[in-house]
Each structure stands twice: as C-alpha cells, then as structure tokens.
C-alpha cells in the first residue's frame, strides 16, 4: 500500500512539474497525428482495408497479418535478406546518429548531466524551464534544417534568378555555377541557424557553437556523437531487428502448421529472450568502447568521457535524468516491443471494439465521424495500415 | 492520453530501476575489466 502510495505521490509529482511541455509536446503530436489520419480515414480504399483487417475472424490470423505487414515495411528500410547485412547495419547507423544527441538533450531538460569531455556544452545550472526552451529550439532549428535541405533546389532557383536578374541590370552578362550557388545557400543556412540556435539557445544554455569552436575537447565530442555510440549502438539494434525478423518470418510460414498457439507462444518467448540477450550485451559492448576511447584519448592527452556521471543518473533516474543510458538501452527492444504490441492488440481487439465495431463495419455509407470511432476502437491497427 | 502515459512512464521507472540498476553493475564491471582514464568512481 505504501509503495502504491509512493509510486501515486510520484505521478503527481511529475505532472505538476512537466504539464507544460507535456501540453506543448501532447498538442504538436496530436495535430500532426490528425493530420495524417484524417486523410488515411477519408480515402475509401484505405479504410476498407483497416475495416476487413479489424473484422478478420479469428486472432491467430489478424495477429499474422499485422506481422507480414510490418515484415513488408521493415524489408525496404533493411533489405529482403534476414541474416546481418550492411544494408541492414547502415539503415541501423543512419537512425543512432541521431537519437544520442536527442536523448542526451531531453536527459539534460529533466534534469541530467550535460557536460562531455570536459566541455560543458549544455549547461546544468539553468531553470528547468530553461532547459526545455533550449531544447524546443535545437528541435526546431533541426526541423527547419530538414526541411530547408529538402527545398534546397527550389531555393537556389530562386537565388539564380534573382542573380542573374541583377547581373542583368548592372550591365553584365553571366550566371553563377550552380553547384556553387547550392554550396554557398546551403553553408549560409547551417551557420545562421547555428548562430541562431548558440544565441537563442544560450539563454536556453545550450552551447552549440562550443562544438564546432574546435580544440581537443570538442574533437572529443565529435568522436563519442559520430563514431563510438552509433556505431557500437547500431550493432545491436542491426543483430536484434534482424532476429525478430527472422522469427516472425518464420512464424508467418507456418500459418498451416498444427499447434498454432504453441508456435506463437514459442516465438514470442524467443523473441523476448534474445531481446534481454541483447540488452545485456549492449550494457556490456558500450562501456567497453566507452573505455577504450578513454584510453586512446588518455594517451594522446585528451580529455575523457565522464560516463558514470551518466551511469549514476540512469541509476537514481532512469526514465528523468538517467534517459541517454536507458534511451540508448531502450531502443534495442524495439522491435521486440513492436512485436507485442501487434500481438496485443490482435488479441485485445475483440475485447476492445465488442459489437460496436461489427456495427460501424456493416455499415454501408460510414461517415468520418463513424470512421474516427471505428479508428479509434481497433486503435493500435493504424501503426500497421498499408498495402496488402 | 497524457495521464495514462505518465503512470506509465512512473510504472516503467519503478518497475525498470532493478533491472537498470544490475545492468549499471555490468557497465561499471566491464568498464573496470578494460582499466584506464575515466572510470566511474576514480
């Protein structure tokens, strides 16, 4: 009871602290995950296949269609091959290239350590609230970097032309290369959204024009963020997909075998095993490249990664502070935790939807609003919708 | 919606501290197995 209590008070606590980003970060998400429903929801087609697949008889079957489908998407990130590949291995590197900075920069927001290689590069002093700021502000400076990069063509047509246009009124003749053109705009925007993001996200105290202020403790950073994570990281993320993949594959042929639940149960125990397989190897492979780039660093007279500053707050708070230990963990369960939830939701669903969902699904005209309550009956289904 | 994720992120924390503790346990062992500069607690 008192440890009910505890963990109750805990959830309070929480909420009062973090209602406000929580608000920001639930309202973004919400918008943009209406944004994509609405028009999945509106197309016929689309619908129809989220109707049959909801009102499939039989769990064995709607659980292995889920399965397949997500075995159909997996095999464009990853290649159709279920042993280890590089194809595999880089989809794998190109994600933990991003997520460490990420995770590390939401640790610090609540609460963590922001200091690397004798650099404090996010500074621990400020507010909460400060923190946050700064976060919002690396976030959408990389989102408008994004899109920036995917408009770049238009951009430096836009450039051209007005370049060309003035060439052409001061009485001379000739165009810029455009590659150099496409160069110059791309340089300009990364260093005015790195300087817009060291100003305005100073006062949030990230210091992000300390890294590429140069000198041996930056070069640190660079070395643990674009080499030692996310290659170390990637091995197992690559290892773990491909063993999921493997056994779902397998439990997908033996659709006709006998003892049906007994494989699936046979599958999903192996998938969770080999997950904590992994989790263990990882917790065992990251300090180790951890340690030995201290020991190159130590020799060559750089500053070392203060990991157990990192370890410690994963420690006293795994999923606050402690989050770029246990995010960098967490993520080599994921397919394992995609796996059970298309599992449980394919079980679930009977449960959930009742006869509500047979009656929206008879239906022969079905409005959006009747489409949204089927949607948000079968829920869980909208992660696997696609094409059969 | 964010109720439901907070009891779940204070369950996970709760229930995961254990298990994050002895993997904690096994970085440190592994880190002190290889030596040198920057060990947790040197």
């Given at each position: 009871?008192?440890a009910?209590?505890?963990?109750?008070?805990?959830v309070?606590?929480?909420?009062g602290?973090f209602?406000w980003?929580?608000?920001i970060i639930?309202?973004?998400?919400?918008?943009?995950?209406?944004?994509?429903?609405?028009?999945?929801?509106?197309?016929d087609?689309?619908f129809?296949?989220i109707r049959?697949?909801?009102?499939?008889p039989?769990?064995?079957?709607?659980y292995?269609?889920?399965i397949?489908y997500?075995?159909?998407?997996?095999?464009?990130?990853?290649?159709p091959?279920?042993?280890?590949?590089?194809?595999?291995y880089g989809?794998?590197?190109i994600?933990?290239?991003?997520?460490?900075?990420f995770l590390?920069?939401?640790?610090w927001?609540l609460?963590?350590?922001g200091?690397?290689g004798?650099?404090?590069l996010l500074?621990e002093?400020k507010?909460?609230?400060?923190?946050?700021?700064?976060?919002?502000i690396?976030?959408a400076?990389t989102?408008?970097?994004?899109?920036f990069?995917?408009?770049?063509?238009q951009f430096t047509?836009?450039?051209e032309?007005?370049?060309?246009?003035?060439?052409?009124?001061?009485g001379?003749?000739?165009?810029f290369?455009?590659f150099?053109?496409r160069?110059?705009?791309?340089?300009?925007?990364?260093?005015?959204?790195?300087?817009v993001?060291g100003?305005?996200?100073?006062?949030g105290?990230?210091?992000v024009?300390?890294?590429?202020a140069?000198g041996?403790?930056?070069?640190?950073?660079?070395f643990v963020?674009?080499?030692f994570?996310?290659?170390?990281?990637?091995v197992l993320?690559h290892?773990?997909?491909?063993?999921?993949?493997?056994?779902?594959?397998?439990?997908?042929?033996?659709r006709n075998?006998?003892?049906q639940?007994?494989?699936?149960?046979?599958?999903?125990s192996?998938?969770?095993?080999f997950?904590?397989?992994?989790?263990?190897?990882?917790?065992?492979?990251?300090p180790?490249?951890?340690q030995?780039?201290?020991h190159?660093f130590?020799?060559?007279g750089?500053?070392?990664?203060?990991?157990?500053l990192?370890?410690?707050?994963a420690?006293?708070k795994p999923?606050?502070?402690?989050w770029?230990?246990t995010?960098?963990?967490?993520?080599?369960l994921?397919?394992t935790?995609?796996?059970?939830?298309?599992?449980?939701?394919?079980?679930?669903?009977?449960?959930?939807?009742g006869?509500?969902?047979?009656?929206?699904a008879?239906?022969?005209?079905?409005?959006l609003?009747?489409?949204?309550?089927?949607?948000?009956?079968?829920?869980?289904?909208v992660f696997?919708?696609?094409?059969? | 919606m964010?109720v439901?994720?907070?009891?779940?992120?204070?369950g996970?924390?709760?229930?995961?501290g254990?298990l994050v503790n002895k993997?904690?346990?096994?970085?440190?062992?592994?880190?002190?197995?290889?030596?040198?500069?920057g060990?947790?607690?040197?």
């Amino acid at each position: 009871m008192e440890a009910l209590s505890a963990f109750l008070i805990s959830v309070g606590e929480v909420f009062g602290e973090f209602w406000w980003p929580l608000t920001i970060i639930g309202g973004v998400l919400g918008m943009v995950a209406a944004s994509a429903v609405i028009p999945i929801l509106n197309h016929d087609d689309s619908f129809a296949q989220i109707r049959d697949w909801a009102i499939k008889p039989g769990r064995a079957d709607r659980y292995r269609d889920l399965i397949a489908y997500g075995l159909r998407v997996t095999a464009k990130f990853y290649g159709p091959g279920l042993g280890l590949s590089w194809r595999g291995y880089g989809a794998c590197l190109i994600v933990a290239y991003a997520y460490p900075v990420f995770l590390w920069l939401f640790a610090w927001a609540l609460g963590g350590p922001g200091a690397l290689g004798g650099l404090p590069l996010l500074d621990e002093t400020k507010s909460p609230h400060l923190r946050w700021f700064g976060l919002v502000i690396v976030c959408a400076a990389t989102i408008f970097l994004a899109l920036f990069f995917k408009r770049i063509d238009q951009f430096t047509d836009l450039v051209e032309r007005f370049l060309t246009r003035s060439l052409h009124r001061a009485g001379l003749i000739g165009h810029f290369p455009r590659f150099a053109l496409r160069a110059a705009i791309a340089a300009i925007a990364v260093v005015a959204v790195v300087a817009v993001v060291g100003g305005v996200g100073g006062v949030g105290g990230v210091a992000v024009v300390a890294v590429f202020a140069g000198g041996a403790g930056v070069a640190v950073v660079w070395f643990v963020f674009l080499i030692f994570l996310p290659t170390a990281n990637a091995v197992l993320d690559h290892v773990s997909i491909q063993v999921s993949r493997w056994l779902l594959t397998d439990l997908v042929n033996r659709r006709n075998a006998a003892w049906q639940w007994l494989i699936i149960i046979g599958h999903v125990s192996a998938d969770v095993f080999f997950a904590g397989l992994f989790l263990v190897l990882l917790a065992i492979l990251l300090p180790a490249v951890l340690q030995l780039a201290n020991h190159a660093f130590g020799l060559i007279g750089w500053a070392v990664v203060e990991w157990g500053l990192y370890l410690e707050a994963a420690r006293h708070k795994p999923f606050g502070a402690g989050w770029l230990v246990t995010g960098m963990l967490v993520t080599t369960l994921l397919p394992t935790v995609v796996h059970l939830l298309a599992a449980g939701g394919a079980l679930a669903l009977p449960a959930i939807g009742g006869g509500r969902i047979e009656t929206l699904a008879a239906k022969s005209k079905t409005t959006l609003l009747d489409r949204f309550g089927f949607l948000g009956l079968i829920g869980i289904s909208v992660f696997f919708l696609g094409r059969r | 919606m964010m109720v439901i994720a907070i009891v779940f992120w204070q369950g996970a924390e709760h229930f995961t501290g254990p298990l994050v503790n002895k993997l904690a346990d096994l970085a440190v062992s592994t880190g002190r197995a290889i030596g040198g500069p920057g060990m947790p607690g040197t």
